[in-house]
C-alpha cells in the first residue's frame, strides 16, 4: 500500500543511499509502519542466514575438482542425485564456481551447454546496470565486468565475504530505527557464528548431497521433515512485475524528470533508459532477458536518478532537514 517514490525516499532520507532492490521497498516499508502502529520496538532477521549457518555449500564441488580429488567429486555428484540435482547442474557448480572457472571451463561449458541450467539468462553489465558506458570506462573498472556481472572469488568465504560488504547494513538498520522506532537484530550474523561457519570446510554445507545440511541437522529435533528437507526456493519480490504495472505512470514520469538532470546523465545512461521506457512491454513480460533488464536496469536507474536528482536539486537535503517523508515533487 506504500506509494512506490515513496517507499524510495525512506532509503534516501533516512538511510542515506538510494535502494539497490527497488521492488522490495514498499513492502519493507510497509513492515515497518505496521510494526510501528502495533507498538513493536524489535524486528527480528536473517538476511546473513544463506551466508553462514544456511549456506549451501555450492563451491564443494568446484573446490574437490580443483583439487584433483576425482573420488570425491564423483561421490557428491552422485549423492546430490538423490535430491533431485541432475549430472548437468553438477557439472555446471563444479565449472562455473572457484578456480575451475577459467581455464577450459570457457570450453566445456560452449560444447555441453551447461548454463541452459539456469533459469535466468546470462546477460552483460550494460543490460542489467544502468551505468553510462562512458563513466564505467572512466571509473577504471575490470573490463570483465562488461561481459560478467560478477567477478567470481577464487573459494566460497571470499565470495561470502564479499556478499557481506554489498550493501550497508548498519544504515539500513540506523534508519529504520529514526523513521520507525524499532531495532533490527539478526541471530544469523552473531560474528562468533560467522565466524564459525566461515571456519568449517565447503562439504560441511552439503553432506550426502544435500544442500544446506549444517542447518538441517542442527535442527532436525525442531522442525518436521517436511519443513526441513524442503527443497524448492521462494522467489524474492515475485509481484516486482505487478509492482511496475501498477507504479507504470510514476515511474515514466520521475524517469523524465531524471534525463533533464545533469548529474544523472553523467553517471546513467538515460538514453537508453529513454527507450525502455518507449518500448515498455504491454500484458507481461515476453521473455526472462527482457523483465530481467526493466526491474534490474531501469529499477535502478530509477532509483538512483530519483536520488540524485534530488541531490541536484536541493529537495533531498530539504526533506530531510524537515525528517518527514512529504509528497513527492
Known amino acids: 500500500a506504500t506509494p512506490l517514490l515513496e517507499a524510495m525516499d525512506f532509503y534516501s532520507i533516512d538511510c542515506h543511499s538510494p535502494v539497490l532492490n527497488v521492488f522490495n521497498a514498499p513492502w519493507l516499508v510497509g513492515i515497518g509502519m505496521e510494526a510501528q502502529r502495533r507498538g513493536i520496538h524489535t524486528l527480528m532477521r536473517a538476511v546473513f542466514g544463506n551466508l553462514a549457518a544456511s549456506y549451501d555449500g555450492s563451491y564443494a564441488l568446484a573446490e574437490l575438482l580443483g583439487q584433483g580429488k576425482i573420488f570425491d567429486w564423483l561421490r557428491l555428484i552422485a549423492q546430490r542425485r538423490n535430491y533431485g540435482f541432475g549430472v548437468r547442474q553438477s557439472l555446471s557448480l563444479s565449472l562455473n564456481y572457484g578456480p575451475m572457472r577459467e581455464g577450459f571451463r570457457s570450453m566445456l561449458t560452449r560444447v555441453l551447454h551447461l548454463d541452459r541450467s539456469s533459469d535466468q539468462p546470462s546477460l552483460g553489465l550494460f543490460s542489467v546496470s544502468p551505468i553510462r558506458p562512458g563513466f564505467f570506462k572512466s571509473c577504471g573498472l575490470s573490463p570483465i565486468l562488461v561481459s560478467s556481472t560478477t567477478i567470481p572469488q577464487k573459494n566460497s568465504r571470499l565470495a561470502r565475504l564479499q556478499a557481506i560488504s554489498r550493501i550497508d547494513s548498519a544504515a539500513v538498520i540506523a534508519g529504520a530505527k529514526r523513521r520507525f522506532g524499532y531495532d533490527f537484530v539478526d541471530p544469523m550474523g552473531d ?62 514520469a520521475e524517469i523524465r524528470r531524471i534525463q533533464r538532470s545533469d548529474l544523472a546523465n553523467r553517471y546513467l545512461d538515460m538514453p537508453a533508459m529513454g527507450k525502455l521506457i518507449d518500448d515498455w512491454p504491454y500484458g507481461g513480460w515476453p521473455n526472462a532477458a527482457i523483465k530481467q533488464t526493466y526491474e534490474g536496469k531501469l529499477l535502478r536507474a530509477l532509483s538512483f536518478g530519483h536520488f540524485i536528482r534530488r541531490m541536484e536539486d536541493g529537495t533531498l537535503q530539504a526533506r530531510i532537514r524537515q525528517g518527514v517523508i512529504a509528497p513527492n515533487a
Open 191 to 252: 560474528r562468533r557464528l560467522f565466524e564459525y561457519c566461515l571456519s568449517l570446510p565447503e562439504e560441511a554445507f552439503c553432506r550426502g548431497g544435500r544442500p544446506r545440511s549444517l542447518i538441517r541437522d542442527a535442527i532436525e529435533s525442531r522442525l518436521p521433515s517436511m519443513v526441513r528437507d524442503e527443497l524448492r526456493r521462494g522467489r524474492q519480490a515475485a509481484d516486482a512485475a505487478a509492482l511496475m504495472a501498477d507504479n507504470r505512470e510514476q515511474i515514466v
